[in-house]
Protein backbone atom coordinates (compact mmCIF):
# COMPACT_ATOMS: atom_id res chain seq x y z
CA UNK A 1 0.00 0.00 0.00
CA UNK A 2 1.46 3.40 -1.31
CA UNK A 3 0.27 6.26 0.80
CA UNK A 4 0.01 9.58 -1.58
CA UNK A 5 1.72 12.73 -0.41
CA UNK A 6 0.32 16.08 -0.81
CA UNK A 7 2.00 19.63 -0.39
CA UNK A 8 0.86 22.55 1.00
CA UNK A 9 -0.86 24.26 -2.13
CA UNK A 10 -3.01 20.41 -2.67
CA UNK A 11 -5.20 21.04 0.71
CA UNK A 12 -8.41 22.51 0.43
CA UNK A 13 -8.72 26.31 -0.03
CA UNK A 14 -10.30 26.55 3.34
CA UNK A 15 -7.50 24.16 5.08
CA UNK A 16 -4.95 27.10 3.59
CA UNK A 17 -6.81 30.48 4.37
CA UNK A 18 -7.39 28.61 7.83
CA UNK A 19 -3.97 28.14 8.48
CA UNK A 20 -3.24 31.69 6.97
CA UNK A 21 -5.55 33.13 9.70
CA UNK A 22 -3.62 31.36 12.17
CA UNK A 23 -0.62 32.10 10.88
CA UNK A 24 -0.83 36.21 10.85
CA UNK A 25 -2.78 35.79 14.40
CA UNK A 26 0.56 34.42 15.58
CA UNK A 27 3.19 36.81 14.04
CA UNK A 28 4.06 34.04 11.28
CA UNK A 29 3.46 33.99 7.31
CA UNK A 30 2.90 30.30 6.00
CA UNK A 31 6.19 30.50 4.44
CA UNK A 32 7.63 30.21 7.60
CA UNK A 33 6.53 26.37 7.49
CA UNK A 34 6.80 23.64 5.42
CA UNK A 35 3.58 21.53 5.49
CA UNK A 36 2.78 18.00 3.77
CA UNK A 37 -0.15 15.55 3.56
CA UNK A 38 -0.51 12.42 3.55
CA UNK A 39 -2.99 10.09 3.08
CA UNK A 40 -3.67 6.09 2.58
CA UNK A 41 -4.89 4.68 -0.38
CA UNK A 42 -8.87 3.82 0.17
CA UNK A 43 -9.28 6.80 3.02
CA UNK A 44 -11.33 9.41 2.83
CA UNK A 45 -9.44 12.92 1.81
CA UNK A 46 -10.70 14.05 5.57
CA UNK A 47 -8.64 11.31 7.27
CA UNK A 48 -5.33 12.47 6.12
CA UNK A 49 -2.56 13.29 8.00
CA UNK A 50 -0.90 16.44 7.99
CA UNK A 51 2.19 17.03 8.97
CA UNK A 52 3.83 20.93 9.69
CA UNK A 53 7.57 21.70 10.57
CA UNK A 54 9.59 24.54 11.14
CA UNK A 55 13.09 24.37 11.44
CA UNK A 56 14.01 21.01 13.73
CA UNK A 57 10.73 21.26 15.21
CA UNK A 58 7.79 19.30 13.51
CA UNK A 59 4.31 18.10 14.53
CA UNK A 60 1.83 15.46 12.56
CA UNK A 61 -1.86 16.05 12.94
CA UNK A 62 -5.04 13.87 12.21
CA UNK A 63 -6.97 16.21 9.82
CA UNK A 64 -10.54 14.74 10.63
CA UNK A 65 -12.39 17.61 8.28
CA UNK A 66 -9.88 20.57 9.56
CA UNK A 67 -9.04 19.75 12.81
CA UNK A 68 -5.30 20.19 12.34
CA UNK A 69 -5.49 23.61 12.35
CA UNK A 70 -6.69 24.34 15.53
CA UNK A 71 -4.63 22.04 16.65
CA UNK A 72 -2.04 23.99 15.18
CA UNK A 73 -2.97 26.70 16.66
CA UNK A 74 -3.20 25.10 19.97
CA UNK A 75 0.60 24.56 19.25
CA UNK A 76 1.51 28.30 18.36
CA UNK A 77 -0.02 29.26 21.42
CA UNK A 78 1.98 26.85 23.33
CA UNK A 79 4.76 28.22 21.72
CA UNK A 80 5.74 24.65 19.99
CA UNK A 81 7.50 26.13 16.97
CA UNK A 82 9.03 28.86 18.56
Not at 4 to 26: K, M, N, Q, S, W
Request: aromatic letters at 14%; charged letters at 25%; a neutral charge.
Amino acid sequence: METTLFRYIDLPIGDRAAFELVCARHGFAPAHFDISASVAPGEPAHERVVTVRRGNWSQSYYDRHGQWVRQFEADLTCRFFK
